[in-house]
């Protein structure tokens, strides 16, 4: 990402040239031209809508607001993760959607400060709905400089699926606590022909764990440095980093976790051939039934010496939100009855029930239809939390953390040359 003074004069320029020069970026699934300027129609740039968690919920309320508001339209703008090169690019035509809804990560973390997006602080107040979301998603979504960068909507529970079925068939009494406790169980599920720990070791996924075992010997404050600068040189950080080496060349993941995506760490955990998973609420709603009847949930094995009390896990409240771009703001009448809308505890509890979608709203709805979803939310004193680095990491260091991540999981690879992979994918940032 280019920095902030680049980036301000390619938006206030907005002329024809910088939009073709960006042009090449578009993924082919919305084009530049999406941005509809008819004053009665709203535009919504979106993951949701096609298979990502919560889509069809998402539809149906969707055509509820628009029985409720005949006359006001709603067009859908789709895209996948390539959703933030492509709004950009449309912003630089000035043919952005009126809202946007993405998580804060990457190229967002700098939308609100290079004017892309606007504070929403204001309209959160004006609108009444400050009282609506939990103070620690406030918290998530505020900037340095007091701006919040979009209206909070989904959060995530992250602990570690555990499938009690096959650690019995293994000889594996106990659900491992320690890193002992671990190490030992993936030998014995390796004897039995299972994988222990899947996790993709060449995305995102592996770059959460990766992070989390990190932050076992560092509070939050002291993650919280090292995730913004990328020094990971302190005591705390190194023994973080030789632990989870330890753990890797011990056995505890699946072969070859380095070249695992995402999606083959769900498929071999929902088809039980690994034991546990690192999953987040999503993943948890997608378990099969068979196999959530005999999963537990629980936080990631400490070792001795932790900074922590108790297995960690991640919980956050950044997921999916509600950012509103300028030409959103022309329309801001129209986007106010939207966002009520979506905000009201009916809309919100359908999120619940129907998808298993953890929010960052206030609610008394309980994932009654998504068990270990459930079981995540009820998760308290038997798990410690540590931080999701994801918005403290300098966008231009988030893809570079990636490819450092491949490499951590990667057999054999000292701590050194770990600790040295992931310093270096700050150098550009």
């Known amino acids: 990402m280019r920095s902030s003074l680049t980036r301000r004069d390619l938006l206030a320029a907005g002329t024809g040239l910088a ?10 699934c919305a084009s530049l031209a999406a941005a509809d300027s008819d004053p009665d129609t709203i535009v919504v740039h979106t ?15 969707l055509d509820r607001f628009r029985k409720e508001n005949p006359g006001l339209k709603v067009k859908n703008l789709i895209n996948g993760d390539d959703l933030g090169q492509v709004y950009e690019t449309s912003r630089l035509a000035r043919k952005e959607a009126d ?5 804060l ?25 400050r009282d609506r979301v939990l103070p620690a998603a406030l918290s998530a979504w505020t900037d340095g400089k007091g701006r919040l960068r979009a209206f909070p909507y989904f959060a995530t529970n992250w602990p570690v699926a555990f499938n009690r079925a096959l650690l019995d068939k293994a000889g594996v009494d106990e ?24 996790v993709g070791g060449n995305d995102w996924t592996g770059q959460k764990l990766l ?15 090292v995730y913004s600068t990328g020094d990971f040189g302190s005591r705390g950080a190194r023994e973080g980093i030789e632990y989870f080496t330890t753990l890797r060349d011990a056995g505890v993941f699946a072969d070859k976790a380095q ?48 900074a922590h009390e108790h297995p960690t896990i991640i919980r956050a409240f950044t997921l999916i939100g509600f950012w509103i771009s300028p030409n959103g703001v022309r329309k801001i009448e129209h986007v106010e009855k939207f966002l009520r809308f979506m905000y009201r505890p009916d809309t919100v509890s359908r999120f619940i029930k129907e998808s298993g979608r953890d929010m960052a709203l ?13 079981a995540a939310q009820r998760l308290g004193s038997d798990v410690s939390e540590v931080l999701l680095p994801d918005v403290y990491v300098p966008p231009a260091a988030t893809q570079p953390l990636i490819t450092a991540t491949s490499t951590s999981f990667t057999k054999g690879t000292s701590a050194a040359k770990v600790r040295a992979a992931l310093e270096s994918a700050y150098r550009s940032a």
């Open 19 to 28: 939009a073709a020069a960006a042009l090449p970026a578009l993924s082919g």
């Open 47 to 61: 993951q949701l809508g096609t298979t990502a968690p919560g889509s069809p919920t998402y539809l149906s309320a």
């Open 99 to 103: 809202v946007v809804m993405v998580n």
């Open 105 to 129: 990560y990457d190229k967002t973390l700098a939308w609100t400060d290079v004017d892309a997006t606007v504070d929403v602080m204001p309209y959160l107040d004006d609108w009444g709905l």
């Open 175 to 198: 659900i491992p606590t320690t890193g002992d406790d671990l190490i030992a169980a993936a030998r014995k599920l390796r004897a039995k022909g299972i994988a222990p720990v899947t």
């Open 211 to 225: 992070a989390q075992i990190i932050q076992t010997f560092l509070s939050q404050d002291e993650a919280r440095h």
């Open 259 to 306: 070249g695992l995506t995402s999606d083959s760490m769900n498929t071999q955990y929902n088809t039980q051939a690994a034991a546990i998973q690192s999953a987040m609420s999503s993943a948890l709603a997608k378990v099969p039934e068979d196999v959530a009847r005999h999963t537990e949930v629980g936080g990631w094995p400490l070792a001795d010496g932790a």
């Open 362 to 374: 206030r609610t008394d709805t309980v994932s009654t239809g998504f068990p270990l979803v459930a």
